[in-house]
């Protein structure tokens, strides 16, 4: 099994809620352009009173869902976030030890990067390390 980061387990288990959140994302927005290209199609008399509401209708509804979908997702991605799966963070570090020990000094240098997002400097004796996987 390859290395990639234990840091990163976060993103792991909520990739495809992410992934699913920017589709709902895109979805909206394109729903929203076809509102406005259809305002814009009534406005300038291309589109019929009767044409326009029906499909304005369809519109509003879809958008409706693709909005409550986005509420659901959200939820689903802060709870996510809330209750990370404790069993797959002590694999992950458990993962993480034993190519460490094992390890080449580039392997281990692989894995602090993975790791350390920044090491800040605040005087003599006295720093900070930004993790990755941290908010």
């Not at 076809?34 to 044409?51: A, N």
């Amino acid at each position: 099994m390859s290395y990639i980061g234990w840091a990163c387990i976060f993103s792991w288990s909520l990739k495809p809620a992410i992934e699913e959140a920017a589709k709902i994302e895109t979805g909206l927005k394109n729903i929203e352009a076809k509102i406005d290209r259809l305002l814009g199609g009534y406005e300038s008399g291309v589109i019929q009173l009767e044409d326009y509401e029906r499909r304005s209708k369809r519109l509003v509804d879809e958008r409706f869902q693709y909005q409550m979908k986005k509420m659901e997702m959200e939820s689903l991605l802060k709870n996510g976030r809330e209750s990370i799966n404790e069993g797959e963070i002590i694999r992950q570090l458990q993962d993480f030890l034993k190519i460490w020990k094992s390890g080449s000094d580039l392997q281990k240098r692989m894995q602090i990067k993975e790791l350390v997002k920044e090491i800040v400097v605040e005087g003599k004796n006295k720093f900070r390390i930004k993790y990755n996987f941290l908010p």
